[in-house]
């Protein structure tokens, strides 16, 4: 089992930049991949970028490529998502989701994901 909490999100202006955390308890994050998605209002969920366990970074989409990285602290036991150049369509709730992957060379944007944080508003607005 593991629980995530996800935060740091809140409003920031365009061009700015945040970084969210995506901290774990129940077990250690080094065995799992973790991935952030993102649903805005009105819209479908959709993936962001996710982290194997080998910290191995793939994107989901390409509008974030380029701003958006993803890293994890296993210190911490946490994944962040450090987002720059920040745009009013980066408006959503941002969710974290893990999935155990030690041994495994599946790429974590194939994973169907077990386990998920409440999720952390991200507001860009002038």
């Known amino acids: 089992q593991v629980q995530l909490v996800e935060s740091g999100g809140g409003l920031v202006q365009p061009g700015g930049s945040l970084r969210l955390s995506c901290a774990a308890s129940?077990?250690?994050?080094?065995?799992?991949?973790i991935a952030w998605f993102r649903q805005a209002p009105g819209k479908e969920r959709e993936g962001v970028l996710c982290l194997s366990s080998v910290d191995i970074s793939t994107y989901y989409t390409d509008s974030v490529k380029g701003r958006f990285t993803i890293f994890r602290d296993n210190d911490k036991n946490t994944v962040y998502l450090q987002m720059n150049s920040l745009t009013f369509e980066d408006t959503a709730v941002y969710s974290c989701?893990?999935?155990?992957?030690?041994?495994?060379?599946?790429?974590?944007?194939?994973?169907?994901?077990?386990?998920w944080g409440q999720g952390t508003q991200v507001t860009v607005s002038s």
């Open positions: 989701a893990a999935q155990y992957d030690r041994g495994s060379r599946t790429n974590c944007r194939e994973y169907k994901y077990h386990y």
């Open positions: 129940g077990s250690t994050l080094d065995n799992y991949a």
